[in-house]
């Protein structure tokens, strides 16, 4: 089993940066790849952006690519999400998700098998 830790969320104004983490522990080997997605109220869940683990592959959603960045530090098995320049339409519950020997581009949530709890970033105007 993998467990997941999402923390760094928050209330921000529109246009300020906020880090989010992501913690992996359990059977978190070095073939795993992480991926972030966000569920806003009402909803359905959406990619943002996923990180492979030894390679440091990464790939983005449309609708953050430049302002958000995802990556990782292997020694914490800790994975970051950089957001800049948040905006009022980021706000969301913003979730981890791990899979073995992940490609980057596999952003469907069916895709993944383990889920953090989730921490929720709120983005006022």
């Known amino acids: 089993q993998v467990q997941l830790v999402e923390s760094g969320g928050g209330l921000v104004q529109a246009g300020v940066s906020l880090r989010l983490s992501c913690l992996a522990s359990?059977?978190?080997?070095?073939?795993?790849?992480v991926g972030w997605f966000r569920q806003a109220p009402g909803k359905e869940r959406e990619f943002v952006a996923a990180i492979t683990w030894t390679g440091g592959s990464t790939y983005y959603a449309d609708s953050v690519k430049g302002r958000f960045t995802i990556s990782r530090d292997n020694a914490k098995t800790i994975v970051y999400l950089q957001m800049n320049s948040l905006k009022p339409e980021d706000t969301a519950v913003y979730y981890c998700a791990a899979r073995n020997h992940l490609k980057v581009f596999q952003v469907a949530v069916h895709e993944y098998d383990y889920w953090g709890q989730g921490t929720q970033v709120t983005v006022s105007s």
């Open positions: 359990g059977r978190f080997y070095n073939t795993y790849g």
